[in-house]
């Protein structure tokens, strides 16, 4: 194996580039990652909300009750709205409902086609 520190290069058998023998193990970020959630405003951030797992829609809908919720009462004056990006998580009738039952006023999604 040789190279100049960013390509490097192996020589091997015809018919072996699948063999581990032959392959280079690379490490991306250190094999680590954080997901995180968080919101802010003009008023200062709220709350960053460590997720260890895959968040599903009720993961969602608990971190906006938990931790969403209670930011804008203690920090913003009336009148907030709340902007969320397209995923499918907040697309979704259950979180949709719920908004509605909280009286959560959510800016509403534009449409990507912009002609």
């Not at 960013?6 to 018919?15: A, D, E, L, S």
């Not at 260890?52 to 608990?62: G, T």
Request: net charge positive; aromatic share 12%.
């Amino acid at each position: 194996m040789f190279g100049n520190g960013k390509k490097r290069w192996v020589r091997r058998p015809m018919g072996t580039r699948f063999d581990p023998k032959y392959q280079m193990p690379t490490v991306k970020h250190g094999g680590r990652y954080a997901t995180v959630w968080e919101c802010f405003s003009a008023s200062g951030v709220g709350p960053l909300v460590r997720i260890d797992e895959h968040m599903d829609v009720n993961m969602y809908k608990e971190i906006l009750e938990k931790h969403m919720l209670p930011f804008p009462r203690k920090k913003i004056p009336t009148g907030w709205i709340f902007q969320q990006d397209n995923g499918h998580k907040h697309r979704s009738a259950i979180v949709q409902k719920w908004f509605k039952a909280k009286k959560v006023n959510v800016l509403p999604l534009s449409s990507q086609f912009l002609t």
